[in-house]
């Protein structure tokens, strides 16, 4: 928001996508270290998410191309989340995070 207000006057906007859960090789990656199968650490994350599902590269990418698109010319300092509504509430996927990072339940 400090850079959005500094460079208004340059017709610079400034924004952010704050993805979430994104399938990708990164996600595989921690299944393979959690020694877990990358379908059931998927469909493990994707329980956790208020959408039911993680998300996908194009999910960002369409973040991203509206904010790069005419459509968003009077948006700036903004935070577009991606994350399937994940920043809602953290009470909702406690459960499933605390087994899967500490090992435990609450």
Excluded at 12 to 37: F, P, Y
Excluded at 56 to 69: G, I, K, T
Excluded at 88 to 100: A, D, H, P
């Amino acid at each position: 928001q400090t850079l959005a207000f500094k460079y208004r006057q340059d017709n610079v906007r400034v924004n952010l996508v704050a993805a979430g859960v994104i399938h990708t090789g990164a996600l595989d990656v921690m299944a393979k270290k959690k020694e877990q199968s990358v379908e059931s650490y998927a469909k493990l994350r994707a329980s956790a998410q208020p959408l039911g599902r993680n998300g996908a590269p194009e999910d960002v990418a369409n973040a991203v191309m509206y904010l790069a698109s005419p459509a968003s010319g009077f948006t700036t300092g903004e935070i577009l989340r991606v994350d399937g509504g994940l920043h809602l509430s953290n009470w909702w996927n406690r459960q499933v995070m605390t087994k899967e990072y500490v090992g435990g339940t609450v």
